[in-house]
């Protein structure tokens, strides 16, 4: 992605009124990959935890345990789906759908809606932050992941798993 489009998205997270409400009550997937990565990275081993699939805790207050001064303490190595920003996903019949956030839950779709450039680079990361995971987490893990309600998003594209 584009540095300005870059800084226009991180300007935007800024400037959100929910500071960091993505990740109150956020218990990201984690892929065996990621959990590598961030481990490697000095992420404590107590950051990480299995309830029907490998995620990361929440701390006391609800919010990630890697949520520190208003922002996320691993940006540069944060899972895909925290990647994948105001997208997230479902798998119906070998078919991944995305979804996208509505304003409500995630200002940013504000922003990207008012630039078709912006929309297409989030987007594009984002289907390839959601296709690796998807592929990469065992599938009865995923059978709990999807059990995740995801209230207030719209369908914007299905795509194949398996091509």
Known sequence: MEDDLCEAMSLSCEACHLQGGCCFEARPPLSQERIEILRRNGVPEEAIEFEGYWRLRAGPDGYCVLFKDGRCGIH???PESCVAGPFTFDIKDGAL???LKREAICPMVRFLKSSP???QAMFETAVAMIT???R???AGEMQEIL???EPETDL???ISLWD
Do not use: M
């Open 132 to 134: 690796h995971l998807a």
């Open 97 to 99: 759908q995305i979804f």
């Open 76 to 78: 540069s190595i944060k």
């Open 147 to 149: 059990k995740i309600d």
């Open 136 to 138: 990469s987490i065992p």
């Open 156 to 158: 914007v594209a299905e």
């Open 117 to 119: 450039r912006a929309y």
